[in-house]
């Protein structure tokens, strides 16, 4: 009788046991998968905060005038422009 009782309860402790070894590799693989979800997020952040440095730059009718006409060639109705075209041996 106390053998069967003994070889129940060392079942039941290996059972636990690997339970809780199943229960720290997971903690593992969530330790993992929450660093790389923290640097995402650190990084979509930065994006965010150049974004809001944009937004601002550009709310400015100024600075908005400014990069229209350097990169899309915009001017004024009453305006020449004019293009200047470096030479090849620069």
Request: glycine residues 4%; proline residues 3%; charged residues 25%.
């Amino acid at each position: 009788m106390k053998r069967i009782l003994t070889v129940i309860l060392l079942l039941a402790a290996a059972a636990l046991l690997w339970q809780l070894f199943q229960l720290y590799l997971q903690n593992n693989k969530l330790k993992y998968s929450l660093g790389s979800i923290e640097g995402k997020l650190n990084n979509i952040n930065e994006e965010n905060g150049k974004f809001q440095a944009d937004l601002e730059y550009f709310a400015s009718p100024e600075n908005l005038e400014k990069e229209l006409r350097s990169r899309f060639n915009y001017k004024k109705p009453s305006e020449k422009l004019i293009i200047v075209i470096p030479s090849k041996s620069e």
